[in-house]
């Protein structure tokens, strides 16, 4: 595929919250591959005329990992921070994920978007929506509450299209090419 810009998003929270669940989607099986404490996917999108590759990595979440992974933080334009609505411990860590993504990122206007997840869990809820909706206006995110990471990925994208560039990453018409696809 050609496209005209890469974006890098890393998907940070515990382990167990949903995370994997775009990271290993049907059909797609071929573009992932894990590296220790960490998968990854490629992903492929169009917006506003634009071809976007994404370059999408979980961070597992395992404190055991947390030490090597801490360099796929650097060069990321877009984070989503993942918890789960069924566990209330899951939530309670996201300001120690969101200090750990300000530590190690090196770009200094990254997105961020903070993302709810198992939300069709009804009774076993423990997690307000307007508790995940204070943190993330208070930290200057889009908050989502979905069942699927997809509407969340597609969102932080926009996100990141939409924010001004010092220089853009590809000129006027050029498009860039994939030779290991």
Same mark, same amino acid.
């Given at each position: 595929?050609?496209?005209?810009?890469?974006?890098?998003?890393?998907?940070?929270?515990?382990?167990?919250?949903?995370?994997?669940?775009?990271?290993?989607?049907?059909? %797609?099986?071929?573009?992932?591959?894990?590296?220790?404490?960490?998968?990854?996917?490629?992903?492929?999108?169009?917006?506003?005329?634009?071809?976007?590759?994404?370059?999408?990595?979980?961070?597992?979440?395992?404190?055991?990992?947390?030490?090597?992974?801490?360099?796929?933080?650097?060069?990321?334009?877009?984070?989503?921070?993942?918890?789960?609505?069924?566990?209330?411990?899951?939530?309670?860590?996201?300001?120690?994920?969101?200090?750990?993504?300000?530590?190690?990122?090196?770009?200094?206007?990254?997105?961020?978007?903070?993302?709810?997840?198992?939300?069709?869990?009804? %009774?076993?809820?423990?997690?307000?929506? %307007?508790?995940?909706?204070?943190?993330?206006?208070?930290?200057?995110?889009?908050?989502?509450?979905?069942?699927?990471?997809?509407?969340?990925?597609?969102?932080?994208? %926009?996100?990141?299209?939409?924010?001004?560039?010092?220089?853009?990453?590809?000129?006027?018409?050029?498009?860039?090419?994939?030779?290991?696809?």
């Amino acid at each position: 595929m050609n496209y005209h810009l890469l974006f890098k998003i890393l998907l940070a929270g515990d382990a167990e919250v949903g995370k994997s669940a775009p990271i290993h989607p049907a059909g %797609e099986v071929s573009h992932c591959s894990s590296i220790i404490g960490v998968d990854f996917l490629k992903k492929k999108l169009e917006i506003d005329g634009k071809k976007i590759k994404l370059q999408i990595w979980n961070i597992t979440g395992q404190e055991s990992s947390q030490a090597l992974t801490a360099s796929y933080y650097h060069d990321t334009q877009g984070f989503i921070l993942v918890y789960d609505v069924t566990n209330e411990s899951s939530f309670k860590h996201i300001p120690d994920w969101l200090s750990i993504i300000e530590k190690y990122a090196s770009e200094k206007d990254f997105q961020k978007l903070l993302f709810a997840d198992k939300c069709d869990c009804g %009774e076993t809820r423990r997690v307000p929506k %307007e508790k995940g909706q204070a943190f993330a206006h208070k930290h200057g995110m889009r908050y989502v509450e979905s069942t699927s990471l997809e509407e969340a990925i597609k969102l932080l994208t %926009e996100d990141i299209l939409n924010k001004d560039f010092e220089e853009p990453i590809v000129e006027g018409s050029e498009l860039l090419s994939d030779f290991d696809e």
